[in-house]
């Protein structure tokens, strides 16, 4: 008997007795597999004994030793077997620490008590789940745990047929422009969603992009015995899947559209198996499944080629490994070896994946396996031969007892993109043992560095603790400040101005300072420069003392306290020194531990990673996928297949911050050139590329698709033709009617303009021009044009320079009075200053009397004699550009938070995206140039989880119309607005509202609702949980009313002193 039949042989033990496991779980309750298992063996196989066991009142979970350490002969899941106490729940697929978003659900209609004693229960219970179990066997020859995926994939095709009914816009629905749909140049082909099916796309393109994997799919050919008549039931399932599979690879290898359809594949999938449950797959389980029936498909091939030799069949060759287990069992000393696919590996507790690949590789005590006499249980696990395509399964999902349902695990794990296995081979056992000893034996070390190294980082023996060294240094200076022999609050009159307070009086004006010149006055040194943190500083008086002070210290006491004080402080910082060195070269120590050359022959280079985003009932998946000749990373997303970074993998992947993480690792053999290695001509010896690669057959089913959809083009270009036809029809026909003129504006109408131009803005500062001139004729006594207008110019700019200097409330910002103080305080050079003001004074608003005529004719005739090289006037327009922007970005700001305080949340979203997005840009160029971002992001947040609430609110009415609005709600303005608070990782509010509102939704899933809710439920949830930070159009930027600068700073000033609470209160 071959390998593999011995294979197939164990396969089909280990699953008769994975349906007694299942039976038992059904029966009980109870879902710990150790447990089942350890029953199942003490009954010797009989199930009634077995649920005896574990349903008597006195039965006792087995100890952990018992229960853990145990020989891997024992029955696992097909051929993934199970490989010691952690991957017990991982190996069987079926169990719910493993599915996200599937329930178990029994098989029986009957519900029986067995709670009680009554052992006719008992017998019937096990009556009614055998013979239910054998019928069904006996009907379909399918086994309880193919009948558990069938369900799933029947509800996927029957979700994808029941869309065709719907009205609505679905997740996933076509454009009806075919160049929406029309691939550009060589860029990867997705996959279409057709309900449920991200798991599905997920796992065939990481398949599809393994070029020897490809390649075998593509040029299998069914074996000739069976193309007539299928021979049996795995033969009836597996050759129609592998022919639509074949179709679907060369679809994505030649189509000219952006994406496919995958829904024959599925059909497939779903007509072997008859369920009608509509649960979401799990990627493990279809890679592990999907894997299974590829094989099954290859090996008839192989034993129809085989020709007297043993068959080899490509799938076990490239997928499946072998591992030497060895170990003691209750002072037996074992030693096996097994064969592996998916290679499970626990998360909880681990901070990288060779953490987990130790865990899982090593249990119980290892001294135990190298003594001679020992009672002890454990055992190691050694690779001797690894697959060239090595999958890893993390386990990120158990069951909460408490809860009754799964729960996901969110801890970050990171791992590499270049794996080095040699520590885990058989081959290296030795010297890998030596290794490990000695990093436990440094780790040990390593605690007790740094325990000693946090009683010097934190010191005390209060609640509060600080380090050491700084208590000796705040020790130092209070015993070194000057004594002070009063009592603090002796020497305070409480009936003195506050000290430090100085009158406006007191303070010298530039006027008396400066005489008149040509030039606008330049700060001198005595004068206060411009401050460009005018809201950071705080007044403290200067003469109060800074911290407090020792009442009497003689010198010999201050000399002998300081002596100590420096040494003791010299010797902490020294030991602290000491302990952080030594604990970094522990660190790099165990770090290069396995770096020699040795130990680095053995890489395997990450292919794909497998992405879950959501909870354990319901989620998203996509990949992100290694283009090994681009050298680049990829995103799979369905339809969307975009470019991608390490680091967005890394931010989607390692989990910790989202609930997005990695749950399939992909890892291939970097030695073996042939899993990525393109095709070549054997004649020509040129690279085969796109449609070249295919056999005869699958070339021409795609170019007859893609006749059919470039059909759909010219079918769409004819008919955009025609409706330009007539429309000119229409308009030559059209009689041309007048131009309307334009009409009033009625009073009581907001009147919408576009923004003010520089020229308008200077109308509302008319006021401010004059009243400077008026100044500047009452104190100059030359009463000449040009005098008065550089003494008028001066006064100006002096009283801008102190709003820019000064530190109002928030609701009083200078920078809307004028541009200038907008300049100062964002440091615009001189001449920009200078000639905006020269602007000021010559805009024709001053015409208005003889005086200020001369004036501003003096100002225009200087704004002339200006020379193109003394002003950049480029960078002249951008600072104005930029100006007008930070107002219509207020402007945006103050109605959005208007409208919010009239809770018109809706309208108020627009509003406050758009405050958010252009202050965001602006203060990209400087702190000042903006509005507080916390207060626009706290406010747009609170938008968007009310409009949630709002709609969650009307989705959970029931009633139809409703329940659409609230969708519309989600689909139109949350779900767009999503990628804009994911886009920056650092706002840990904003992550979390996202988390609040999906959990929001997630939650409706453990609840009954009625049929069309599940569905549309379904359809809406994988856009919510989509992870992707791509930020798509909005509509156009709300209009906004055209203010004068006083109505602008009057209601921007109302609408700060009107709220209630500020960002930093929290949500």
Not at 404 to 415: C, Q, T, Y
Not at 542 to 556: F, G, Q, S, V
Not at 651 to 667: E, H, P, T
Request: proline share 6%.
């Amino acid at each position: 008997m071959t390998v593999e039949q011995n294979v197939l042989q164990q396969s089909k033990s280990q699953k008769h007795q994975q349906t007694f496991l299942n039976q038992l779980r059904e029966i009980t309750g109870i879902n710990d597999i150790q447990v089942l298992q350890q029953a199942l063996k003490d009954s010797n196989g009989n199930l009634e004994l077995a649920v005896t066991f574990l349903t008597a009142k006195n039965a006792k979970v087995p100890q952990q030793e018992e229960a853990t350490y145990y020989q891997t002969a024992l029955p696992g899941n097909d051929r993934y077997i199970s490989v010691g106490s952690q991957a017990d729940t991982r190996f069987c697929p079926l169990v719910l620490t493993t599915l996200p978003g599937i329930d178990w659900i029994p098989h029986s209609k009957d519900v029986i008590d067995l709670t009680g004693d009554d052992k006719d229960d008992l017998q019937r219970a096990i009556a009614l789940s055998l013979e239910e179990s054998n019928r069904a066997f006996r009907e379909t020859g399918i086994t309880d745990e193919e009948q558990a995926i069938s369900r799933v994939l029947e509800a996927s095709i029957a979700e994808n047929k029941a869309s065709l009914k719907r009205t609505h816009p679905e997740v996933w629905s076509d454009s009806p422009n075919p160049y929406d749909r029309k691939r550009q140049d060589s860029c990867p082909v997705g996959l279409k969603n057709v309900g449920n099916t991200c798991w599905f796309s997920a796992v065939i393109q990481s398949l599809f992009n393994l070029l020897e994997f490809r390649r075998l799919v593509l040029n299998y050919n069914p074996p000739a015995s069976a193309q007539d008549l299928p021979r049996n039931q795995k033969e009836h399932r597996n050759l129609p899947f592998m022919r639509e599979l074949r179709y679907l690879f060369a679809l994505l290898v030649g189509s000219k559209r952006k994406y496919v359809d995958p829904s024959r594949a599925v059909d497939i999938l779903k007509d072997a198996f008859k369920s009608n449950d509509s649960q979401q797959q799990d990627v493990s389980e279809f890679t592990h499944k999907l894997l299974d029936w590829l094989e099954d498909a290859f090996q008839i091939k192989a034993e129809e080629e085989r020709d007297g030799e043993k068959p080899k069949n490509p799938m076990v060759e490239l997928f499946y490994g072998r591992f030497l287990a060895v170990g003691v069992l209750e002072g037996k000393k074992f030693e096996n070896t097994e064969m592996f696919g998916q290679y499970p590996l626990q998360v909880n507790g681990f901070k990288d994946l060779h953490e987990c690949l130790e865990a899982a590789m090593i249990e119980g005590e290892i001294e135990s396996l190298h003594s001679e006499n020992s009672g002890k249980s454990g055992q190691e696990h050694w690779f001797t031969e690894l697959p060239p395509v090595l999958t890893f399964e993390l386990s990120r999902f158990e069951f909460n007892q408490a809860l009754g349902r799964p729960e996901k695990i969110h801890n970050k794990l990171e791992f590499p993109p270049i794996l080095y296995l040699d520590r885990y081979m058989h081959k290296n056992r030795e010297i890998t043992r030596i290794k490990r000893d000695e990093i436990k034996r440094l780790k040990e070390y390593l605690t007790v560095l740094q325990q000693r190294l946090e009683r010097y980082l934190s010191y005390g023996s209060g609640p509060k603790r600080f380090p050491l060294v700084d208590v000796l240094q705040y020790a130092l200076e209070f015993a070194s400040s000057k004594p002070v022999c009063t009592s603090p609050i002796d020497d305070i009159d409480a009936s003195a101005p506050p000290s430090g307070t100085v009158t406006a009086q007191t303070i010298p004006s530039t006027t008396d300072q400066q005489g008149p010149s040509s030039e606008i006055p330049s700060t001198s040194p005595v004068q206060r420069s411009v401050i460009h943190k005018p809201f950071t500083q705080s007044r403290i008086p200067p003469d109060l003392p800074m911290h407090p002070a020792p009442r009497h210290i003689t010198e010999e006491e201050l000399s002998v306290l300081e002596g100590c004080l420096h040494r003791w402080r010299t010797e902490v910082e020294n030991d602290t020194r000491d302990l952080q060195e030594s604990i970094s070269r522990i660190h790099r120590t165990i770090e290069l531990m396995y770096s020699d050359k040795s130990m680095v022959q053995v890489p395997y280079r990450l292919h794909a990673v497998l992405v879950h985003e959501g909870q354990a009932n319901a989620g998203h998946y996509w990949a992100y996928i290694y283009d090994h000749h681009q050298r680049r990373w990829m995103k799979y997303n369905d339809i969307s297949v975009t470019k991608s970074t390490w680091e967005e993998l890394e931010r989607d992947s390692f989990g910790g911050y989202r609930n997005a993480s990695a749950y399939c690792l992909m890892y291939i053999n970097d030695k073996e050139q042939f899993l990525i290695q393109e095709e070549f001509n054997k004649e020509t010896g040129q690279m085969l590329l796109g449609m070249d690669t295919l056999p005869p057959d699958l070339k021409d089913y795609v170019k007859e698709d893609n006749k059919r959809f470039e059909k759909e083009l010219e079918e769409w270009d004819a008919e955009l033709a025609q409706k330009v036809q007539q429309e000119k029809l229409l308009a030559s026909q059209t009689p041309r009617m007048p131009a309307p003129s334009s009409a009033p504006v009625q009073a009581g109408e907001p009147e919408y303009l576009e923004q003010p131009s520089r020229t308008d803005l200077s109308k509302h500062l008319k006021e401010d021009s004059v009243r400077a001139i008026t100044k500047a004729l009452a104190e100059q006594e030359d009463r000449s044009p040009e005098t008065v207008m550089q003494m008028a110019i001066k006064l100006e700019y002096a009283r801008l320079l102190k709003l820019a200097q000064d530190d109002p409330p928030p609701e009083c910002d200078y920078r809307l009075h004028h541009a200038v103080v907008y300049f100062m305080q964002n440091e615009a050079p001189k001449k920009i200053i200078e000639r905006t003001l020269l602007e000021q004074f010559g805009d024709h608003n001053l015409s208005f009397d003889e005086r200020c005529r001369n004036i501003m004719k003096v100002a225009q005739a200087k704004l002339e004699m200006i020379k193109p090289d003394e002003v950049n006037m480029e960078e002249y327009e951008r600072w104005h550009q930029e100006y007008r922007n930070y107002r219509e970005t207020t402007m945006y700001l103050m109605v959005g938070l208007e409208l919010f305080q009239k809770k018109s949340y809706m309208e108020a979203l627009l509003y406050l995206i758009y405050a958010y997005q252009s202050n965001k840009e602006l203060l990209s160029k400087g702190l000042y140039r903006g509005h507080d971002e916390e207060l626009i992001s706290h406010y747009r947040r609170e938008c968007l989880l009310k409009l949630n609430e709002h709609a969650a609110a009307l989705f959970e009415s029931g009633d139809d119309q409703e329940v659409n609005n609230g969708l519309i709600i989600m689909n139109e303005l949350i779900v767009p607005c999503l990628p804009l608070l994911l886009v920056d990782e650092t706002e840990e509010k904003d992550i979390a509202a996202v988390e609040d509102m999906r959990n929001r939704w997630c939650s409706y899933l453990g609840q009954e609702m009625e049929p069309n809710l599940q569905e549309k439920l379904t359809d809406f949830l994988p856009k919510l949980l989509d992870c992707s930070t791509e930020i798509k159009g909005f509509n156009d930027p709300p209009k906004l009313p055209s203010y004068s600068t006083h109505e602008l700073c009057e209601r921007f000033a109302r609408i700060m002193l009107s709220l209630s609470r500020t960002p930093a209160d929290g949500r």
